[in-house]
């Protein structure tokens, strides 16, 4: 096995020109197989072997394409149940813990802005003051990069080590008054009711 965790046969046709061996299809197709067998993932492979099947259309197996799909789509739910759950700070951290994330996000234009600013909606929604440091840990970003994100692209303001939320119809607390209306024969019934289970 290679120090990566993937065998050194893998390793030694994705380092050689053999990786763009149509002939090497078979051999990425069973160590996809592997990887569901045995709970791992190697994205660098199966972007090999994704490369292969794009140039070689005829040595396609749709199986093999959904069970690449279903490997990637099991550590993106990782990262999205993380998004769900507002541990933004987590979110980061796993994000930047492994490079297969980074492999499979690369090839989404705007990715790490898009999520700021789902996060900066949620925000939004939510607060309308949030202190400078826990929204620069939320929002993955320090200095100048954080100042641009929070006043130019929100459109927010700065106020000492607080980020200051505009008013907005989410983040403003509403009274609701609940009317209810008790028709006389309801009422008689409670009180009957009451009455028989006290007697």
Same mark, same amino acid.
């Given at each position: 096995?290679?120090?990566?965790?993937?065998?050194?046969?893998?390793?030694?046709?994705? &380092?050689?020109?053999?990786?763009? @061996?149509?002939?090497?299809?078979?051999?990425?197709?069973?160590? *996809?197989?592997?990887?569901?067998?045995?709970?791992?993932?190697? &994205?660098?492979? @199966?972007?090999? $072997?994704?490369? $292969?099947?794009?140039? @070689?259309?005829?040595?396609? %197996?749709?199986?093999?394409?959904?069970?690449?799909?279903? %490997?990637?789509?099991?550590?993106?739910?990782?990262? @999205?149940?993380?998004? =769900?759950?507002?541990?933004?700070? =987590?979110?980061?951290? +796993?994000? #930047? &813990?492994?490079? $297969?994330?980074?492999?499979?996000?690369?090839?989404?234009?705007?990715?790490?802005?898009?999520?700021?600013?789902?996060?900066?909606?949620? +925000?939004? /929604?939510?607060?309308?003051?949030?202190?400078?440091?826990?929204?620069? =840990?939320?929002?993955? $970003?320090?200095? =100048?990069?954080?100042?641009?994100? *929070?006043?130019?692209?929100?459109?927010?303001?700065?106020?000492?080590?607080?980020?200051?939320?505009?008013?907005? #119809? #989410?983040?403003?607390? %509403?009274?609701?008054?609940?009317?209810?209306? *008790?028709?006389?024969?309801?009422? &008689?019934?409670?009180?009957?009711?009451?009455?028989? /289970?006290?007697?």
């Amino acid at each position: 096995m290679a120090d990566t965790g993937r065998p050194e046969f893998i390793e030694t046709i994705l &380092s050689t020109l053999d990786r763009y @061996n149509p002939e090497t299809t078979s051999i990425f197709q069973e160590y *996809v197989v592997q990887q569901c067998e045995t709970r791992t993932y190697d &994205s660098y492979a @199966n972007l090999a $072997l994704l490369k $292969l099947y794009q140039f @070689n259309p005829h040595l396609a %197996k749709d199986e093999t394409i959904t069970n690449i799909l279903v %490997k990637a789509l099991t550590k993106l739910q990782t990262l @999205n149940d993380l998004l =769900e759950g507002a541990a933004y700070r =987590e979110f980061w951290a +796993t994000l #930047d &813990s492994d490079d $297969l994330y980074a492999d499979l996000v690369a090839d989404v234009q705007g990715f790490e802005e898009l999520i700021r600013t789902r996060i900066a909606i949620a +925000t939004a /929604q939510a607060a309308k003051r949030i202190q400078r440091e826990v929204f620069e =840990e939320w929002v993955n $970003l320090r200095g =100048e990069k954080f100042v641009e994100f *929070v006043e130019g692209y929100c459109g927010w303001s700065l106020d000492g080590a607080d980020v200051v939320v505009p008013d907005n #119809d #989410d983040n403003q607390a %509403k009274t609701t008054v609940v009317r209810e209306v *008790v028709r006389f024969d309801q009422f &008689s019934r409670i009180v009957k009711r009451a009455y028989e /289970q006290t007697a």
